[in-house]
């Protein structure tokens, strides 16, 4: 049986396989997203026989690294981290094509140096090639690198035909509202938008590509999807890790830049927008757009507030004793960076006005879970007991976007009996169970999308800002109030107690995941 029967991801897809001549350069090729995620999702797109005849891999650094070197940095990592396991056969036809240019990433003539290897492989080739330009440095770098592809020529090459250079450029994009509209700006400075791919994983995922079926290719959804029968809406995209190495980056980050601005809001936005007028790029994230500026700003008030923000303490993770956020490696004793941050936002508009959205993200939690739980109103009890009315459950539809990913409605039923007391039951769909499991990585989806020119899995210049703007106002009021009002909360608890009270105050409480 081929590898396309046997996975329904890949239907549809082989007609890819023709794709035009393409170059991938990564910048920062000697980190850690390279290594664990991208080196592994091209790979695994070779495997599935979705990379052109003519596929080319380039790494970029400031370090000097032959060519032999990568390759083999590539084949550990692909061995250690790609979901199938290595096929020397199938990555030697890349492996044989994979080079490093070195060169610092605000110097103009390594740019040109890397340039010209583009030009030499297209003239070995003797035939044109599109190059996907992926910035995967710190942000800090995003900004040179973007205006040398500009200076060296790079993001024009082509750039009014179908092999224009794409640019796919790592999060976070910015770390308020003015810088993202700044980088926004140099970007636009240098490519056309359409050349611009602005990743946030979470969309590559396809449970997450699934939300948009699951709402709009079924008909029983939409008429319960509003505040007539919505009682409010929870989205927790919890962590069990720490930060682990990455207390320098996390630091200047925090939960509410690091998950909660991109990935924690790209899920609302899905499950709350309107129905776009096609499934193209531009309807669905102008459909964002929309619900991103329907929210209203966040209340603050120490009274009762919108916003809790949190520190993990040390705890049990899994058995195993951890250490509290501000004993980690990288991390100042006094750090005023929140680890976890929960929301409860209001969307000002016809469907939602009145309904609750609570949002939630921390590391060091209970355990690795992300879910959208719509919680429906109780049913009326007329036909119950007083007693019996009151232990009805409200109906749930819990999309489990990881792990065990899937479905469930949490229903009432008839407990069996000659008296009629009822039961919350569930009606499962697991993924698993009816598509099989190894599932093609988010990255996979992502490289692919860009090297054929489909953005509608990446975020538009507007869909960021609308988000930051909604954000920066609590940096700017955390900034002035230090530590005040930092919760703290056990690792591997679900958060703390100030959050439950927020919920609590709207005679709501949060599931347990
Ligand atoms: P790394 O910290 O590993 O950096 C990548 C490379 O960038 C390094 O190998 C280094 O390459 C170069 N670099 C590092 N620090 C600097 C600096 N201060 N100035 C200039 N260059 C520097 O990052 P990751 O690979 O973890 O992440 C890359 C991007 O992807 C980031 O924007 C991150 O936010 C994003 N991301 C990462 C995820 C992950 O799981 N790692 C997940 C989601 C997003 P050299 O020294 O060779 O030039
Ligand atoms: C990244 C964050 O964007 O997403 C990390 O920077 C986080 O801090 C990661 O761990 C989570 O991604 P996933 O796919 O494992 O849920």
Redesign the pocket.
Known sequence: MSEESRHPFLKGLSKHRGAQPTIITIFGASGDLCARKLVPAIYNLAVDNLLPADFYLIGYGRKPIPDEEFREVCTEAISKFSRRKLDKDIWKRIEEHTYYCSGGYDELAAFEKLKAKIDSIEKDLGRAAQSVCYVSTPPSVFEPIIKNLGACGLATKYQETDKHTKVVVE?PFGKDLASAQNLNRVIQGVFQERQVYRID??LG?ETVQDLLVQRFANSIFEPLWNRQYVENVQIT?A?S?GVGT?GGY?EQSGATR??IQ??TMQLLALMAMEPPSSLNAESIRDEKVKLLKAIEPLNTDYANPDVIRAQYDEGLVDGLKVPGYRQEQGVSTESETETYCALRLNINNWRWQGVPFYLRSGKRMSRRV?EIAIQFKRPPSTLFSKNESLSLASNTLVYQI?PDEGSTVLLNAKIPGLQTRTQPVKMHFKYSTTFGSNTPE?YERLVLDAMIGDGTLFIRGDETEASWNLITPLHEFWASEGRRGMEAYTSGSWGPRAADRMLWANNDEWRRP
């Open positions: 999060k994983h979470y995922k995209v962590e890790l990455r996390y690091d998950m991109n990935h992300t990881q988010a």
